[in-house]
Structure formats: C-alpha cells, structure tokens
C-alpha cells in the first residue's frame, strides 16, 4: 500500500522539452512536405504540443491532471490569439502611418490635391474631428450628468428611473449607423436642415449620452452619503448639496467617464458617412457646408484606392490613433490628480 | 437605504420644508431622464416614418427579395442577403470569439500571474479603443493577404462541407474574413464582461473547490463556470449586437453582393450596416426610405438582442446574491 498522498507529476523541464520537441517536428513536416506555410507550421506546433503534452501527462500523472494541463494551455493560447491582432494591428499602424505623419501633412488639406499625388495631409480632417467632437460632448456632458442625478440622488429605483435605466442600456447597444439614420430622418428629412459638420455631432451626442451617464453613475454611487447628510444636517438645500457637495467629490471619475466618451466617439465613422459631405478643404464652420472629419478622411482615402492615397489613409489612422491616445491620456492624468489624497 | 436619511423631513421647524430650488433641479434632473426617453422612442418612430414610403413602392417581398433595386421605375428590393450576411458575419465572429474571449477572461483572472493580469486586461481592453475604420483598414491591407491560406486550406481539405466549399478561384472580400474581423472587435466586449463576472465568483467557492483537491480546471469547471453562465450568455450577447451592427470595417472588407451565397469562403455576401453606408450617397429618394427601413429592421434586431442580454443581467443581480 502506498502512503504517498500525492501522485507522481510531470518535472519541471518537461515544457520547455516538449515546446521544442512540437516545434521541432513541426518543422521537419513543413520542410518534407511543404503543404503548410508559417501560419500552418505554428498551428501544427502548437497541436502537436497539446496532444504530447495530453498523451504524457495521461500517462505519468492520470486523466484528472492530463486534463487540467490541456486546459490551462488553452487559455494561454487563447490570451495569445486575442493579443496577436492587437499586436500586429499597431505595428501595421505605426509601421505604415509614420511615412507620411509629418507636420505638413498636419498642417494641410487635401484642396486641390489630386487622389493618386502624394502630398496634401489631414489638417481639415482634424479641425472638423475636434469641431464635431466637442459640439456632441458640449451637448451630451450636462445631459448626461443630470440623468445620472436624477437615477442616483433623486429616483433611486422608482418606475421612471428603471425604464431611463433600462433605456441607457439599450442605447449604449444602439448601432452607430443607427444613430446617424435616425439624425439624418429627424433633423434632415423632417426638419429641412443640411447635412452638416453640426448633424455629425447630433448623431455623436447619442452615442456618447449612455457612456456618460453611466460613468457618472457610477461616481455618484461612491460618494459616501455621510457627507450629504452632513451637509443636509446643517441646513443647506438639497440642491445645492448635490452642486456644492456630491458633484465636487465625484469629478474626477466623471471627467474620466467623459474622456473615454470623447475617445470612443472621436473614431466613429458610420455616423458620418449619413449626416456630413466628404469634403477637401478646410470649413471652420460646423453648421453649413461639406465638413471633413479624420474616420471619414480614411475612408475617402481608402475609396481612392492609389498607393499615396492609401499612405495618406494609413497616416490618416495613426493620426486618429495618436488623437485617441492624447483623450485616454488627458483621461488618466484627471483621474490622477483628482483623486482622493490620503 | 440611505433615502431616509438624505430626504428633508415631511414637517419643519420653521418655513416650508419644499424648497423652490429643489424643486426646479429635480425637475431639470427628470427633464433630461426623459429627454433620453424620448430619443430613444423617437429613433424607433422616425425610421418607422421614413421606411413606410419604400413599403408602398415595393414590388417585391420586402423580407424574401435579394435583390437591391429600390431606384428603378418598379422598384425591387428586399433584405434576404443583408439579413443572412449579417447574421452569417456575426455567427462567425461569436464562435472565433466567445471561446477565445472566455479563455482570455479566465486566464486573466485565475491563471495569469497577479502582477502580470492588470497589464493583460489593459492590453486586451484597448482592443476597444481602435476605431472600426481602423479595423476596416487593417483587415483589408493586412488580414486579407494574410488569412487568404486559411480559406484555400478549408476549401482543399474541408471543401466537402458546402458552407466551405469555392466555386470562385478568389478567397479574399469574404463573408469568413469579415467574421474574422468582427471576431476581434467584439472579443473585448465579451472579456471585459466576463472577466467582470469572474471577478465576482465568491472567493470561498474557488477555495472550497481546491481545499477538496480539484485540480484548477476542475475549480473552474465546478466552481467558476456555474457562477459565472448567465454573465457569459449576456457578454456574448452584447458582443452579437455588437457584431450585427457594426459597419464600416465590414463595409470596407466585404465586395457588396446581393445574394444569399453559403459558401463562405467565396467572395461577396453584405450586411444591413455595410449596405447602408455603401448606398447611402447614390440613393434616390426610394432608395433612402428603403435602406432607413432595412435599418430599421436592423435597429429592432439589437434591440431585441440588447434587451435579453441585459435582462440576464438584470435577473442575476437579483438572484445570486452578488454584487
């Protein structure tokens, strides 16, 4: 009888030598047959892994541990193939962007540039970005907050204030072609106007609206309600407690909420592809004209289809990226230096 | 309940216990709660508006016809490729990415080591930062060369499956490599979700399970998964309405085709998000009406898919005790 309370397991070592083993027969098989390719090789190393990696451990350590070690390899492959695109999507980005990311190409606009030149840049693109951008969040920022007050200091869990509730949710899944359509009907068919820089930021508005009111939420939450009774206690009205008291304390995360808002939208292409013109040159005016933003630039480039055009589309995509970082950036740096100091 | 004890007493001491500012705040408060009511209920009203005009001109099934022909002088259209090509798209992207999004979630959360897991989770997160025109560009410039193997070996060696099956010499602008695509734009919606609910699973089940001497795949199987079933239907949910809405990437991936075609691998297939975009600047006034009511349709459909995903959600809050 065995007094051991712990079965035999694998040696340390014995990954590193199976790793090796698959990728060395992996190989061996690709340069005898050839039918495979890089992708094909990796793919066959990785199964061959799995299967000695099983067929091993059954056999030393028992089934129960044959199959947690396949399952752990699995999740580290799949954190691996999630990663993978990621990584080759910012060297691609990067890689092919930084060509024509120069400061003229910040600085013009693609007026009187023929498709198939090089030369021209990105300057009305990221002037119309920023114009529609901040209309939607000058828009969409006391709106939101103010539902968030309502749900969190007013409702707190009363019928209207489940269905706003409910309705927040389902916005944040409405589809951001959806939101153009139903800005291009209302505010174009119905109500006569043009397709303009200032349509494009109606429809950014709605998508943005749920993020922020839940952000804010949030926030809201945390506040520790010792200080509203506090403040209430002495006296003061309810609503300047929550302007004076309750909004004071969750600004950080609210701003935060509201740049990683601004983020998700400032790359939105769908939307305006419905409520703007593709346009060339510079308008400094949201509400009349053709207006260019940068996700609509990379289409038009894209459209174009000539090599320069598609440097100018890539650059166009490093640019918006760059764009989104500086947001997600400003966004960590408030949230920083509004947080609660000990 | 903290609503005791914020709410100014009934009567008071001296004066009225309502205040004139309280009262107009809360009423700006409600205002704009119902003011996102009313977008809401005014998006479904306004696209119905603008649809019904395509409706009475339709010479055709508007939900069998294939064909997109709304400008003609009898106009024939209707959503029966846009309706299988979206669905198509996001059933691919939903079994590329729910395993690979759970695998990532729990190897986050209960295999990566704890210092490195904040950093993964970033990494993955900002997957959700890249805008889809990006995604669109990245697919057609570099996943379309690159995955153009995978189509030629699933035709050679699983072409007798018809959905894989090409009749075409042609693998690229596929309904398979637009799934691909849409696949890694929605795996950071259903792993943030999931690892949310991982996160949650009460430490005492997790070790109660390795106490008795599971193994960790088992406290995963036993302890984890269970848990966690209703998160992860409701994260890959929100991750289809996601993937069914989603246009421009498709848009720039897919050559528009009006026709149901099961094989996958063949170039061709659209969807009602890409068809939309792509129409948009050549339709005529029948036109329009018809693609605002294909985009209604697809307005309804993740409606509906939003809906029961949150409702899960919702109902788990309820049940389980966790928060």
């Known amino acids: 009888m065995s007094t051991q309370l712990r079965g035999s397991i694998l040696p340390k070592w014995f990954a590193v030598a199976l790793a090796g083993l698959s990728i060395g027969s992996a190989v061996m098989i690709e340069r005898t047959t050839s039918v495979a390719g890089v992708g094909g090789t990796i793919t066959l190393a990785v199964l061959l892994y799995l299967v000695l990696q099983t067929t091993w451990s059954f056999t030393v350590e028992g089934r129960r541990h044959a199959i947690d070690r396949l399952f752990a390899t699995l999740m580290y492959s799949s954190f691996v193939i999630a990663a993978l695109p990621l990584a080759t999507l910012i060297w691609t980005v990067v890689s092919k962007g930084i060509k024509e990311l120069d400061m003229n190409f910040l600085s013009h606009s693609m007026r009187s540039v023929s498709p198939s030149k090089p030369g021209g840049g990105v300057y009305h693109a990221l002037l119309g970005t920023l114009e529609q951008v901040g209309i939607a969040t000058l828009i969409a920022v006391p709106i939101g907050i103010l539902t968030a007050l309502y749900l969190v200091e007013y409702a707190r869990g009363g019928r209207l204030a489940k269905a706003i509730s409910f309705f927040v949710d389902v916005m944040t899944g409405v589809p951001s072609i959806v939101a153009g359509l139903f800005i291009y009907t209302a505010f174009v068919l119905t109500f006569g106007f043009d397709r303009s820089g200032f349509a494009a930021a109606l429809a950014l508005t709605i998508l943005m609206l749920p993020v922020i009111v839940r952000a804010t939420e949030e926030m809201l939450k945390i506040v520790p309600a010792d200080l509203r009774e506090a403040s209430l206690a002495l006296g003061i009205p309810k609503w300047k407690t929550i302007l004076r008291i309750v909004l004071p304390t969750a600004i950080g995360g609210i701003i935060t909420g509201v740049m990683l808002a601004v983020a998700r939208v400032a790359g939105e292409t769908a939307p305006l592809l419905l409520t703007t013109f593709l346009s060339q040159s510079i308008n400094q005016n949201p509400f009349a004209g053709p207006q260019a933003a940068i996700p609509t630039f990379i289409w038009d480039q894209i459209s174009s289809a000539t090599p320069a055009s598609l440097d100018r589309a890539w650059a166009g995509a490093l640019t918006l990226i760059l764009l989104i970082m500086v947001f997600y950036g400003t966004a960590k740096l408030i949230a920083r230096y509004y947080a609660p100091k000990a | 309940m903290t609503q005791g004890l914020i709410d100014p007493p009934k009567s008071s001491i001296s004066g009225s216990?309502?205040?004139?500012?309280?009262?107009?705040?809360?009423?700006?408060?409600?205002?704009?709660?119902?003011?996102?009511?009313?977008?809401?209920?005014?998006?479904?009203?306004?696209?119905?508006?603008?649809?019904?005009?395509?409706?009475?001109?339709?010479?055709?099934?508007?939900?069998?016809?294939?064909?997109?022909?709304?400008?003609?002088?009898?106009?024939?259209?209707?959503?029966?490729?846009?309706?299988?090509?979206?669905?198509?798209?996001?059933?691919?992207?939903?079994?590329?990415?729910?395993?690979?999004?759970?695998?990532?979630?729990?190897?986050?959360?209960?295999?990566?080591?704890?210092?490195?897991?904040?950093?993964?989770?970033?990494?993955?997160?900002?997957?959700?930062?890249?805008?889809?025109?990006?995604?669109?560009?990245?697919?057609?410039?570099?996943?379309?060369?690159?995955?153009?193997?995978?189509?030629?070996?699933?035709?050679?060696?699983?072409?007798?499956?018809?959905?894989?099956?090409?009749?075409?010499?042609?693998?690229?602008?596929?309904?398979?490599?637009?799934?691909?695509?849409?696949?890694?734009?929605?795996?950071?919606?259903?792993?943030?979700?999931?690892?949310?609910?991982?996160?949650?699973?009460?430490?005492?089940?997790?070790?109660?399970?390795?106490?008795?001497?599971?193994?960790?795949?088992?406290?995963?199987?036993?302890?984890?998964?269970?848990?966690?079933?209703?998160?992860?239907?409701?994260?890959?949910?929100?991750g289809l309405g996601r993937a069914l809405g989603e246009t421009i990437a498709v848009a720039l991936i897919l050559s528009a085709v009006f026709e149901v075609n099961p094989h996958i691998t063949e170039p061709g297939g659209n969807t009602f998000a890409a068809n939309i975009a792509l129409k948009w600047n050549e339709a005529g006034p029948n036109g329009l009406s018809a693609l605002i009511a294909s985009g209604l349709v697809l307005f309804l459909i993740t409606l509906g898919v939003n809906s029961v995903a949150r409702g899960i959600i919702a109902r788990r809050k309820d049940f389980s005790g966790a928060q």
């Open chain 2, 17 to 238: 216990a309502v205040r004139r500012g309280d009262q107009i705040f809360r009423g700006i408060t409600v205002g704009s709660g119902l003011l996102i009511l009313l977008v809401m209920t005014s998006i479904g009203i306004f696209l119905t508006w603008k649809a019904l005009p395509s409706f009475s001109h339709n010479s055709s099934n508007f939900f069998t016809e294939s064909q997109w022909f709304p400008d003609q002088d009898t106009p024939i259209f209707g959503i029966a490729a846009l309706a299988f090509g979206t669905f198509v798209a996001a059933i691919i992207a939903m079994l590329l990415a729910m395993p690979t999004g759970i695998g990532t979630s729990l190897f986050i959360t209960f295999y990566a080591p704890k210092k490195l897991a904040g950093v993964m989770a970033f990494f993955i997160d900002l997957l959700a930062a890249v805008p889809s025109i990006i995604f669109g560009l990245w697919g057609l410039q570099f996943l379309m060369p690159h995955s153009e193997g995978v189509a030629r070996w699933l035709d050679r060696y699983l072409g007798f499956i018809p959905i894989f099956q090409n009749r075409t010499d042609l693998y690229t602008k596929s309904l398979l490599i637009a799934g691909i695509v849409l696949a890694i734009m929605i795996l950071p919606t259903i792993s943030a979700i999931s690892r949310e609910v991982f996160n949650q699973v009460p430490r005492s089940h997790v070790e109660a399970a390795l106490a008795l001497g599971a193994t960790r795949w088992e406290m995963v199987r036993m302890a984890v998964l269970p848990f966690g079933r209703p998160g992860i239907i409701s994260a890959s949910m929100l």
